[in-house]
């Protein structure tokens, strides 16, 4: 079956830029969580939903960062007036989010964001 | 505010070589423990997932242990192969399970 899907898998834009950054989650998979990855170090945890509501965004760096899961599939990371701070790669990842039941994050292949 | 840590950074092993990455973590209540594979320009891979009352889990050459009291996951690699090469990263999840917090990694090169 197919794995987490990220589009684009590169975006190069301007400071000041509006963009939006999309995530298909594996069928099925109820819980969606999105990462930052900047040069040599690890995922930063942004937000994660569980259906169409997030249910933790306690780590949006500020008000220019916002997602959504409007029908509890799809999700779209959206970053308003660009910085170039927010070049990274930003990593999607889904799970079956079953209450209570300890599981791996599937992970997609990221979206390399350059803001120049 | 949980802090994860991984020794070594980089290590440089010739093939056959048994060999340990390891991970300290700050905050001692946490959901569970995850390793991770990532290669150049791919996402990550799941490797092993520890729950919060387990100890160790074993996937073929690969053994990861927990020590919550202390803080500390090991990952053993026996027999390590080329194909082995790539960046290990440790994960743990904060209590309520959301979110993964990982470390910085650590850059495993095999050589033939």
């Known amino acids: 079956g197919a794995g987490v899907s990220q589009t684009p898998s590169n975006k190069v834009t301007e400071k000041g830029k509006y963009v939006e950054l999309r995530c298909d989650p594996i069928s099925g998979h109820t819980a969606l969580y999105w990462y930052r990855q900047s040069l040599g170090q690890g995922p930063e945890f942004l937000i994660y939903f569980q259906g169409t509501g997030a249910a933790d965004d306690s780590g949006l760096p500020n008000d220019r960062f916002f997602a959504v899961r409007p029908e509890g599939s799809v999700s779209t990371l959206k970053i308003q007036r660009t910085e170039r701070g927010d070049s990274a790669v930003y990593l999607c990842?889904?799970?079956?989010?079953?209450?209570?039941?300890?599981?791996?994050?599937?992970f997609g292949p990221g979206t390399r964001l350059l803001v120049l | 505010k949980q802090e994860v840590t991984q020794i070594p950074a980089a290590l440089s092993v010739p093939e056959g070589e048994n060999l340990v990455l390891n991970c300290s973590f700050t905050d001692s209540a946490i959901y569970n423990l995850q390793w991770f594979r990532q290669d150049p320009g791919k996402g990550l891979t799941s490797l092993l997932l520890?729950?919060?009352?387990?100890r160790e889990q074993t996937s073929g050459r690969l053994n990861a242990s927990l020590d919550k009291s202390s803080g500390r996951s090991t990952l053993y690699i026996a027999a390590s192969q080329p194909g082995d090469s790539a960046t290990y990263l440790c994960a743990v999840a904060n209590q309520a399970g959301t979110a993964l917090i990982f470390g910085k990694g650590t850059t495993l090169s095999v050589s033939s």
């Open positions: 990842a889904s799970s079956l989010g079953s209450p209570g039941f300890q599981e791996t994050q599937y």
């Open positions: 520890i729950q919060s009352s387990q």
